[in-house]
């Protein structure tokens, strides 16, 4: 079993930034993915971007490519999603997901912490 605790949204003015955190703890594994997904009122859930926990390697949508940027600390436990540029339109619940390469796109990942807000005023 995996934990995902997110910290680090809030409220942030257009072209700002922000930067996110989540703290993984149990058992993590190194073939695990991580992921970033938001979720605005009214929408479903969307991928924003995903790192290897080993390789490092990224993904990203296509929203937020040159804008976020997504790491990690191995060592800590820790991912993190940089956001700069921020858009009205970047306005949601950010949560932070863990599981296999396969399920992390789709949005089926099998542990996901419990969202921290962004809100970003134009």
């Known amino acids: 079993q995996v934990q995902l605790v997110e910290s680090g949204g809030g409220l942030v003015q257009a072209g700002g930034s922000l930067r996110l955190s989540c703290a993984a703890s149990?058992?993590?594994?190194?073939?695990?993915?991580f992921g970033w997904f938001r979720q605005a009122p009214g929408k479903e859930r969307e991928f924003v971007a995903a790192?290897?926990?080993?390789?490092?390697?990224?993904r990203y949508a296509d929203s937020v490519k040159g804008r976020f940027t997504i790491s990690r600390d191995n060592a800590k436990n820790l991912v993190y999603l940089q956001m700069n540029s921020l858009k009205p339109e970047d306005t949601a619940v950010y949560y932070c997901?863990?599981?296999?390469?396969?399920?992390?796109?789709?949005?089926?990942?099998?542990?996901w912490g419990q969202g921290t807000q962004v809100t970003v005023s134009s």
């Open positions: 997901a863990a599981g296999a390469p396969d399920t992390i796109v789709p949005g089926t990942a099998d542990y």
């Open positions: 790192i290897s926990w080993n390789g490092g390697s990224t």
């Open positions: 149990g058992r993590t594994f190194s073939t695990y993915v």
